[in-house]
C-alpha cells in the first residue's frame, strides 16, 4: 500500500494559498533562482525561501532529519567548491588570493597548498545560498500539502486525468519506498547482513547491496503491478474522471501567482540586460 | 433481460500464456441473487485464476488462452468493457493493504465512482451510504494508511458497495484480519447476500465461513471442480487435509482413517530445549516501553522471560503491539526505556547482527527479503553472514528445505515462486542459521492449511531450537503448538498462561478481539479426559 506524508493543518502562510498557485509561485522562483550567480540577487530569493521556511509553523523535531541531510549534503559540496574552484571558472577569468595556506608537510614530494582566492570564496558563497533556496523551498512541499490533493493539483495544472493520477502516486510512491526501504534493511540485518562492513572494490560493494536493491525494487514492481489491478477493477481510465476533491482559487492565490510571475519576468530581464552576472565585492579584490 | 442468473459459467477452461499447463479446467456453475457460494481449495488449486475471469482481469490483465463462458445477468463478460464488468462485479482483495489507493477514506471509497465521472454530489452521496451501510461513517475523513486491518478491509469494501454491484466477489477475504475483525466482516456478508447481493467467496478457512451458512459451496483440486452443491454435503466430499474444517467434521471424518504420524504426544514433550537445562532465561523483558511519539506508547510496561522449552504464542488484536514487542527481542527496536537482555547481554549494547546468531527473526513478509537468483543462495545468505564453515553450510541448507517441503527447488530462484512458497523460503532462510531461539511473525499467513500444519510440525520436531515464540492470529496454532500463550492489548501484556489456562475464559478472548473456534471448545470439552490439547486429527484416535 502506498504511504501518504502525514498531512497536518498548521494554518501557515504557504498553506494558506491553494496548492495549485504554490506550484506556480515556486516553478517561478525556482527558474528565476538559476538565472543569477550574482550573490546580491540570491540574497533576495533566499529570504523569499526564508520567509516561507519560518513562516511554515512547521516543528523542528518533524524535519530535524531532512534538514540535517540538506544541510550536510550542501555543506559537502560547497566545501568542495570552494577548495577545487570547480564549476566557477566559466564565470570568472582571473583570480585575487586573499592568503596562501601551505601545509609543512610532503605527500609523496608534493607540498599540500590552498590558494583561497576572492572568486573562489564567493562562488561556493553564491552556490551555498543559491542550492540553500532552492532546497528549503522544495523541503516544505511534503510538509504542508494534503496527499488527498496531489492528484487535484496536476488536474488542476492542465494535465490530463491519467497523467494526474500518474504523478499522485508518484508523490505518494517516495515515501513508500523510504519505508519499503527500511524494512528490508531490518529483515536483512536479522539474517546478520551488516551494511558498516562492505568491502572490496566498486563492483562487489555494489554486490553487496544486493540484498538491499533487489527486494525494495521487486517489491516496487509487484506493488505497483497490484495497484494497477486494483485501478483496473475500480474502472480507471475509461473516460473524463471526476474528482472529488476541489480547489478554488482565491483572490490571494491570484496575487501569489501575479507575484511569481513578476519576479520571473523581471529576472529574465534583468539577466538579458547583463545584470545578475557572477560578483565578487570590490573590498576582497582590494 | 430479467430472470437471467447474476453469473452463470459454462465450460470454462484458462491456461496462462507463461504457463504450459491449464489453470482451471471444465468449470460450470451458477449462482442466484442473494446467494453465498462458497470456493474452497488448496493453495494453487486455482480459486484465484477463477475469481480473475470472473472479474475481467482474466484475459484483460492476464493474457492466456481461454475458452468457455462466462455470463455475468446474461451477457458474455467478454463482450464487456472492464469498467462495465466493474459495475456488476465488485472485487475484494486478499490483502486490502493491496487495493487501497486513496490516501483518505473519502477519496478511496469514492475512486470507482471518480472513474465513471458521475457528478461530484452524487458521489459524496454514495460514498456517505456505503461507509453507513457498513457502520463506519466516522472514518469518512480518516487517513487510509492509518486505519487498522479490519477497518482497512471494510473501507476496501466500501469503495466497491459504492459502485453498486450485483456480485460480490471476495478472494481470501479474511486472511488479513484479526478472529473478531473476522466475524464482523462475515456478519457484514452474510447481511449483504440477504439483502439481494450475489456473493462468492475464495477462502480455505471454511469453518469461519460455514458460520454463515453459504447456500453452495466448490472444492476445487488441480484446477477442476471436485465438489459442487449444497454446503451440507461438502464435508464428506472435501479433502479435511487441504482446507479448514470444523474440528467436530475433522474428528467425525478422521477416526475411520489411520493415525497421524505423529501425534502430540512428541510435539508437547517437544525436542524444543531438550537436553539441557529446562527453564533457564534465555530472553528477558524488563519493564520495557516504547513509542514513537512521546506521550503515546506502543508498548508499556512489558514483563516477561523467554525461558528453555517454551514454545510461545502471542496472540493478540491488529495493532496491539506484537510485532513492535518481538522486534525488541531482535535489537531491532531499542527500549525507549527498561532493559532488553538476550543471552545475558543487554540489547542496546549489542547489533542486530551479533543477536541474530542466537536468535533467528522471520518477518511477516517474504518480499521483503528475497533476493538471491537460486533459493540455495538465497538460503546460504544468513549463515555465510554469520561465517558459518562452508562444509557446514550445504548441509544447513539442505536441512532447512527439508522442513519447509521445498527440497527439489534448490535451483530455482526464490522470486518466481508463489507467495506461500516465499514464505516457506523465507523461514527456512532463518532455520538454516541454526539459531537456538525462533521468533515468527505471523508464520502462518497466506499459507494454507496443509502446508502450515507440515512445516509447523517440522519446526518443532527440529532440533537444537531452546525456544520457539510465533505471532498468530490463529487460536488453533496456539492450541495445537503452544505450550504457553502470551496475549497483547494495548501495549502490554494481559495474559501470560499454558494454553488451557489462557484459553478457557471466552468472554476474556472476546475482550481481546479473538474468537473461540470449534477446536478450542473440544478441547477444553475433553480435557478432563485428554489432559491437554490435540490437533483435531489426533483427538479422533485419542478419544475415540
Known sequence: MLVAWRYVQRYSLIQSFDPRAWVIFFSCFLAGTVIFWDFRFLLFFFSIALLFVFTSRIPWKDMSRAWIFIIGFILFFSILTFLTGRGGVELYQGEHTLTKLVANFKILGWTPTLNITAEKTMYALSMLIRVFSIASMTILIPYSFNPAHYGIIFRGLGLPDKVAYGMDLTMRFIPTFGRDFSLTMDAQKARGYEIEKLGGGLFAQVKKLAPLIVPVTIHAIAGSEDIIDAMDLRAFGVGPRTWLEKLTYRKRDYVLIAIGVVILLASMALSLLGYGKFWVPGFLLG | ?544
Open chain 2, 1 to 544: 433481460m430479467s430472470g437471467d442468473k447474476p453469473l452463470v459459467i459454462e465450460d470454462l477452461n484458462f491456461r496462462y500464456h507463461s504457463r504450459e499447463t491449464l489453470a482451471i479446467k471444465n468449470i460450470s456453475l451458477s449462482v442466484d441473487a442473494g446467494q453465498v457460494l462458497l470456493i474452497a481449495g488448496a493453495s494453487g488449486c486455482g480459486k484465484t485464476t477463477l475469481a480473475r475471469c470472473i472479474n475481467g482481469l482474466v484475459p484483460r490483465s492476464y493474457k492466456g488462452d481461454l475458452t468457455g463462458q462466462i455470463l455475468l445477468n446474461g451477457k458474455d463478460v467478454t463482450k464487456l468493457s472492464l469498467a462495465q464488468v466493474s459495475q456488476i462485479v465488485g472485487t475484494v482483495l486478499q490483502d486490502p493493504e493491496r487495493q487501497i489507493l486513496g490516501t483518505k477514506v473519502a477519496n478511496e471509497v469514492a475512486f470507482g465512482l471518480e472513474n465513471l465521472s458521475l457528478p461530484r454530489e452524487e458521489i459524496i452521496e454514495r460514498v456517505a451510504e456505503a461507509l453507513d451501510h457498513l457502520k463506519i461513517p466516522q472514518l469518512l475523513n480518516r487517513e487510509t494508511f492509518h486505519l487498522s486491518g479490519g477497518e482497512k478491509q471494510k473501507v476496501a469494501l466500501a469503495g466497491v458497495l459504492a459502485m453498486r454491484p450485483s456480485i460480490l466477489l471476495l478472494d481470501e477475504p479474511l486472511a488479513s484480519l484479526d478472529p473478531a475483525s473476522a466475524q464482523d466482516a462475515l456478519d457484514i456478508i452474510r447481511s449483504l447476500a440477504d439483502e439481494g447481493m450475489t456473493v462468492l467467496m475464495v477462502e480455505h478457512r471454511v469453518e469461519d465461513v460455514l458460520r454463515i451458512h453459504p447456500e453452495n459451496a466448490i472444492f476445487m483440486m488441480d484446477g477442476q471442480i471436485k465438489y459442487y452443491g449444497p454446503t451440507s454435503g461438502f464435508d464428506k466430499s472435501v479433502n479435511y487435509h487441504e482446507v479448514k474444517l470444523p474440528a467436530e467434521m475433522i474428528i467425525e471424518r478422521a477416526k475411520d482413517d489411520p493415525a497421524p504420524e505423529r501425534l502430540t504426544t512428541l510435539r508437547k514433550e517437544s525436542v524444543v530445549g531438550r537436553g539441557k537445562q529446562m527453564g533457564e532465561p534465555l530472553v528477558k523483558f524488563e519493564d520495557i516501553a516504547f513509542w514513537y511519539e512521546e506521550g503515546r506508547p506502543v508498548l508499556h510496561d512489558v514483563n516477561f522471560t523467554i525461558n528453555r522449552g517454551d514454545v510461545i504464542a502471542v496472540l493478540g488484536p491488529n495493532g496491539a503491539g506484537k510485532t513492535t514487542l518481538v522486534k525488541h527481542a531482535i535489537g531491532l527496536l531499542k527500549p525507549k526505556s527498561g532493559r532488553m537482555t538476550i543471552d545475558g547481554k543487554d540489547s542496546s549494547q549489542t547489533s542486530v547482527a551479533q543477536i541474530a546468531q542466537t536468535l533467528g527473526y522471520v518477518f511477516q513478509s517474504p518480499s521483503h527479503m528475497l533476493f538471491a537468483p537460486t533459493v540455495e543462495e538465497e538460503l546460504a545468505f544468513g549463515p555465510t553472514n554469520l561465517k558459518h564453515s562452508t562444509e557446514a553450510i550445504p548441509h544447513e541448507v539442505a536441512n532447512a528445505l527439508e522442513i519447509v517441503n521445498l527440497k527439489g527447488h534448490e535451483k530455482y530462484p526464490p522470486l518466481a515462486l508463489s507467495f506461500g512458497q516465499q514464505k516457506r523460503v523465507s523461514i527456512a532462510a532463518i532455520l538454516a542459521m541454526q539459531s537456538k531461539i525462533l521468533v515468527m511473525d505471523e508464520p502462518t499467513a497466506g499459507q494454507d492449511y496443509k502446508n502450515y500444519l507440515g512445516f509447523m510440525d517440522s519446526i518443532l520436531q527440529m532440533p537444537g531450537f531452546d525456544a520457539i515464540l510465533f505471532i498468530t492470529h490463529d487460536i488453533d496454532m496456539a492450541v495445537i503448538y503452544a505450550n504457553r500463550v502470551i496475549m497483547v492489548n494495548d501495549g502490554t501484556l494481559v495474559c501470560d498462561a499454558k494454553p488451557a489456562e489462557a484459553l478457557k475464559d471466552f468472554d476474556f478472548l472476546r475482550k481481546n478481539r479473538l474468537v473461540p473456534t470449534s477446536l478450542l471448545k473440544t478441547n477444553l470439552d475433553l480435557l478432563p479426559k485428554t489432559g491437554r490439547f490435540y490437533s483435531a486429527e489426533e483427538l479422533a484416535h485419542v478419544v475415540h
